[in-house]
């Protein structure tokens, strides 16, 4: 079998110790091991800091953007081999490995952009100069330079690819190294794109680093100067936060943990009509994308109680005529769950729903594999605002007249979406759920190849508050703050200017 | 005796319970109890939320800016009075009193600019719209809205007008209600400000609360719609981060804590050269300026070797003239510390630091009142890196070429500062210490009225990584984002421009 290693130090290492077997989900065949025991985690995080970080530093933006452009064609060039392993390890759908690695790459290539949009520069400037004093000659400036730590990305098993390609490319182009971690039951892709990347050479010396496996004590090496993103569940994510260095040394941490995304159907929408269409599909393929396997699914249905039974109706039938099965099949549209552990999570979330169950069971599919077919629960307990099942399943909610007092009962979100044509609707259900929200997205039949809500773009921001976890990624410049330290430069004008250049 | 009342739900209230004695610390004279037992916390969130949050989020930036205006001129308008409080409470010489005051009246004013600025929205507008499809209809746009909750202010004893008010505008200003909690045993001037503004009632009900005595377990009832920034001990920072609803609901926390600030003299600078100089004097202003009782006041003393017997010579002599003294004596320039265990635990400090005393002593001064004169320390061990002496102590410290190593070594600071005109010189210090610093501060004799880098403008940034606490305040508009959740909206452009108006 395949021993996964980690790139630590710009070397190929094994751990040692009862490794973990990475299995095809769908099949249950074992694909690979993968251990961290013995790794010197301290040695690969002091090589990233004193090796990758000035190499990063001393590039401009456009030259770090030049990385990241390299790191998109050379994953681009093995973009087959990698939707096959996204579908053989991931349990993925064609179509959703390609999501994955296609999100991976476009957002490496959206990061390229805003590279070029900064240019020459090293460091950010941050706004206009301040003129501090009756004369301009005492003058303020903010810039914004990258910690002289290393990034730690901690990844979801969701997206191999495009959760680490996210991360990377914002902490490398803000000239931060990275250390990045994927979730072992899915590392098999993350693995593959850094043999790609260390092959070729591509990055600086440090600037990239892969632990397979176990974290084990990394994050508690972790200093003042380096940073932690974690995409995950909400109670690693407390943990992380609870380490005592962490706490201690006030370390930077962005987590993107659980949602309870809602979707809102406006009273306005007319069964059969295109926003009523596009609400449907949107729906279905929140449940059945990744076997609604995303942060930013669609996990909270509500709906006019005037809408109610033919929503219902709608989405028995378009979710029945979805085939479940092993993804490796052509015609299979929704795959299994990554893990068996995902799987009884599901289950056991499922039971703490409660509620009555319109579409599928409260069972895993007999045979071999992960596979749980598409539910639909209604009138579930309270539970639906407090508990993410990590799977194909969403819930009814009717409501009478506003669906705003449901939708904050998530207490924090990364995304909810309207579809109405009332624009007073729109606006008032907006602001008052929009400080719950990491985004807001506004369902509209005349946007061609609308992505729905789920699709997380490099362009917008993505995290959202309280049980999301409170972070932020992306959103095109604004990701590159979490990795750069603002200082108000305060002094004499002419020094700070030529101190900018 | 005055017992010092809470204003909370928009009444005064008495606490029960043992309370806490307020002193003149130069004399020791008991001024005012205060005591919060019994109060009910709960239900002063909670009408803050409900109450102050959607009244200040019905009005405009300008709308809230006039509110901010309307307190400035109430404390304006008790000056004296409030200077006198100062003075008598804070043990603050007169100049010390002022510094508060009018920093606190100045930074009121300076978002009453931002406010005007931002004019007759009421929520920000972040960024230009971003073009998301290939058609113009598919689009993007960031708002930042005000959070739904209540935002928790506890203030640090050494700048009772100041810290309340620097904190309160920038909420108040973003569309949150304030909950302050002034420290204890300086509290008599945040309350005569909260009489003032209760009396005249500038601000809507709900708008402004304010806890005299123990937080008890305010922090533990806070939820994931609510913020705490707090200014203090890192100690207290980390209890407050560590907090079990903190972590769980991912609670935005702004911590200002210690800060082992460097002043940096560049070799190239000539002893009584006006650079000189205004190194000497910014050096003996933050010795004494609060009896070295600010967090931003220099503590480590970075001057070339071939520059240290000048220096060391020049602030022993300077600082030897300093009279030290109850300030409500016209010419004492220092006053006291401002409590009985301040005191102590500056002599624990002094204690840790090891060294050798050139100037001042390891002791309390005789007779009443918590005394200590300014204490210039030379060849300090390694915790002059590590601890923060909260009074008027500095150390002195030699370097040969580089000074960045050691000034990095306090691993993350509010504010360092460069004395030098060698351009090449600042360039690479500043590069070197950026990441560790949320301000660095290049004196310069041609600044009229430098302000030195003890003090906090309102249009900077202030706050600092690591041992800092991590937190940022101000800097302008930047400061109400800890206030606002960024929303991204996504989905069809003329829904969206409407929605913006």
């Known amino acids: 079998m395949i021993q996964l290693r980690s790139y630590l130090g710009d070397q190929w290492v094994a751990g040692s110790g009862s490794p973990q077997t990475l299995l095809n989900p769908a099949t249950e065949e074992p694909l690979a091991n993968a251990s961290s025991g013995g790794l010197d985690l301290r040695g690969a995080l002091e090589h990233a800091r004193t090796r990758g970080g000035p190499a990063l530093r001393a590039l401009t933006f456009a030259e770090?953007?030049?990385?990241?452009?390299?790191?998109?064609?050379?994953?681009?060039?093995?973009?087959?081999?990698?939707?096959?392993?996204?579908?053989?390890?991931?349990?993925?759908?064609?179509?959703?490995?390609?999501?994955?690695?296609?999100?991976?790459?476009?957002?490496?290539?959206?990061?390229?952009?805003?590279?070029?949009s900064l240019g020459s520069r090293k460091f950010l400037v941050d706004g206009e100069g301040i003129q501090l004093g009756r004369s301009a000659r005492f003058h303020g400036q903010h810039i914004a330079v990258p910690h002289h730590g290393v990034a730690v990305h901690v990844n979801a098993f969701n997206f191999p690819a495009w959760g680490f390609a996210e991360k990377a490319a914002v902490a490398?182009?803000?000239?931060?190294?990275v250390l990045a971690?994927?979730?072992?039951?899915?590392?098999?892709?993350?693995?593959?794109i850094m043999e790609i990347l260390a092959e070729k050479k591509i990055l600086p010396e440090g600037a990239l680093s892969l632990l397979v496996g176990s974290p084990g004590e990394l994050v508690s090496l972790l200093g003042a100067q380096?940073?932690?993103?974690?995409?995950?569940?909400?109670?690693?994510?407390?943990?992380?936060?609870?380490?005592?260095?962490?706490?201690?040394?006030?370390?930077?941490?962005?987590?993107?943990?659980?949602?309870?995304?809602?979707?809102?159907?406006?009273?306005?929408v007319e069964p059969r009509s295109d926003m009523y269409e596009l609400f449907l599909k949107d729906v279905v393929r929140d449940m059945t994308q990744k076997a609604g396997q995303k942060c930013t699914a669609i996990r909270r249905v509500l709906v006019p109680q005037s809408l109610l039974s033919s929503v219902k109706e709608d989405l028995i039938e378009l979710l029945g005529t979805v085939k479940v099965g092993n993804p490796a099949d052509g015609d299979v549209r929704m795959g299994p769950l990554a893990t068996a552990s995902q799987l009884s999570d599901a289950l056991a979330g499922l039971e703490r729903l409660g509620g009555k169950i319109v579409l599928g069971e409260?069972?895993?599919?007999?045979?071999?594999?992960?596979?749980?077919?598409?539910?639909?629960?209604?009138?579930?307990?309270?539970?639906?605002?407090?508990?993410?099942?990590?799977?194909?399943?969403?819930?009814?909610?009717?409501?009478k007249d506003n669906p705003s007092s449901l939708v904050v009962r998530g207490n924090g979100g990364l995304v909810s979406s309207i579809y109405s044509e009332d624009q007073g609707f729109i606006e008032q259900v907006v602001m008052e759920i929009a400080p719950y929200h990491g985004r807001v997205f506004l369902g509209h039949p005349k946007i061609e190849l609308s992505p729905g809500p789920g699709t997380v773009l490099p362009q917008l921001v993505h995290g959202g508050p309280g049980r999301a976890g409170g972070g932020e990624e992306l959103g095109g410049p604004r990701g590159l703050a979490f990795y750069l330290q603002r200082v108000a430069l305060e002094g004499s004008r002419p020094v700070i200017q030529k101190l900018l250049g």
């Open 64 to 116: 770090r953007g030049a990385l990241l452009k390299a790191m998109a064609d050379a994953m681009q060039g093995e973009r087959d081999r990698l939707i096959e392993l996204g579908i053989a390890n991931g349990g993925n759908t064609r179509s959703d490995a390609k999501f994955d690695i296609d999100g991976a790459i476009g957002t490496l290539l959206a990061y390229v952009d805003v590279a070029n």
């Open 172 to 177: 490398l182009l803000a000239g931060m190294p």
């Open 181 to 192: 971690k994927p979730a072992t039951s899915s590392a098999m892709v993350a693995h593959r």
């Open 226 to 268: 380096d940073v932690l993103a974690f995409t995950g569940s909400g109670d690693t994510g407390a943990r992380i936060r609870s380490a005592k260095n962490v706490i201690e040394h006030s370390i930077r941490i962005n987590i993107e943990a659980d949602s309870l995304n809602a979707a809102v159907l406006g009273a306005d």
């Open 362 to 399: 409260k069972a895993r599919k007999p045979g071999k594999g992960f596979f749980l077919s598409p539910v639909l629960v209604e009138s579930p307990g309270d539970a639906v605002h407090e508990h993410e099942v990590f799977g194909p399943v969403a819930s009814l909610l009717p409501f």
